[in-house]
């Protein structure tokens, strides 16, 4: 089991800590972890084995030197499974997931009660119990136009920001702050995304702008342009949302998405779990990017590894609208 994380500096536990620890039988009726096969001894502490090196990489691959569970529902899990209640010790170093689907630390203390996939909580309600002592202030705060902003805040309908856990005051929450540029330019993600293919067409449009709005304007400027032609620019032209309008929202270059979607991914997804309740977050998907590679083909970003590559137009990929204030 690999556990991906932005973070450089493990968390300390402050109290005890509920997580979900997926064990399968072993051939004498036992148990063991699923990746190393430990035997494991329920109702006393699991000790990671191995040494994990922190890396310099934008982010860490985490596999030995630390236990491995999961916090709460995800898609990496399945009703086959079988989990088992435990507890990460107070005072013990641990590593929290960018997509906030997983949790390993250096030791970890596995209970003999099973627990049904089902039962789990959702992954907003884990999220809003961590985010005081561990998840706020990842991220120093810049102030822009008497506005203190950070990565993950909450984007509300009148263009003003708030924490992920203030008060918005009735006002619609309409995405996530993913960037904040060297310019102070403030790049919003959006909370929906589809699954589109990029173009019905093979021909170079000439979208190479390290600027997504300069891009997606390409692709609006086309004169025989018809519906259908570019499918995820006919999405992101009709997005709308409370306090926005049609032509507002644009897709990400190469430089923005691989940013905003993969380097940052862990404080978007605290602000969109945080914002409501069944919202969507950055998981390991493939996203577009408005950046052409060829005629042919496209540039996009895996979320697993921050990997860049391209893929061909006629492909289907995720999405998401970005919006820069």
Not at 43 to 60: F, M, P, T, Y
Not at 70 to 84: A, G, M, Q, T, V
Request: hydrophobic share 35%; glycine share 6%; with cysteine.
């Amino acid at each position: 089991m690999c556990l991906i994380t932005s973070i450089k500096k493990p968390f300390i536990a402050k109290k005890d800590i509920v997580v979900y620890k997926r064990l399968v039988k072993g051939y004498y009726d036992n148990y063991v972890t699923p990746h190393q096969e430990t035997f494991v001894t329920l109702n006393s502490v699991l000790h990671a084995k191995g040494k994990h090196e922190i890396s310099n990489a934008d982010k860490q691959e985490i596999r030995s030197g630390f236990v491995h569970a999961y916090l709460s529902k995800n898609k990496y899990l399945s009703s086959r499974y079988i989990l088992f209640k435990s507890i990460i010790p107070k005072g013990t170093k641990f590593y929290i997931s960018d997509d906030l689907a997983e949790v390993c630390a250096k030791e970890m203390f596995i209970t003999d009660e099973k627990v049904k996939y089902g039962s789990l909580p959702p992954v907003e309600e884990r999220v809003k119990e961590l985010y005081k002592d561990y998840l706020s202030g990842l991220f120093e705060e810049k102030e822009i136009n008497g506005q203190k902003i950070e990565i993950g805040y909450l984007c509300l309908s009148d263009k003003t920001f708030v924490k992920p856990d203030g008060n918005i005051y009735g006002k619609k929450i309409i995405g996530i702050v993913g960037d904040i540029t060297d310019e102070n330019k403030i790049i919003v993600t959006s909370l929906d995304e589809e699954r589109l293919r990029w173009s019905d067409k093979y021909e170079m449009v000439g979208c190479y702008s390290a600027d997504g709005k300069v891009n997606t304007k390409k692709i609006r400027d086309l004169k025989d342009r018809k519906e259908g032609d570019y499918p995820i620019f006919d999405w992101v032209d009709n997005y709308v949302t409370e306090g926005t309008e049609k032509g507002n929202w644009y897709i990400g270059s190469e430089t923005e998405v691989k940013k905003v979607i993969s380097l940052n991914q862990m404080l978007v997804n605290i602000g969109l779990a945080m914002s409501s309740v069944g919202v969507q977050l950055y998981v390991d998907n493939s996203y577009w990017s408005s950046s052409e590679y060829n005629s042919n083909s496209v540039r996009f970003v895996d979320m697993c590894n921050s990997y860049v590559d391209n893929y061909n137009k006629y492909g289907a990929n995720y999405v998401r609208a970005f919006l820069k204030l």
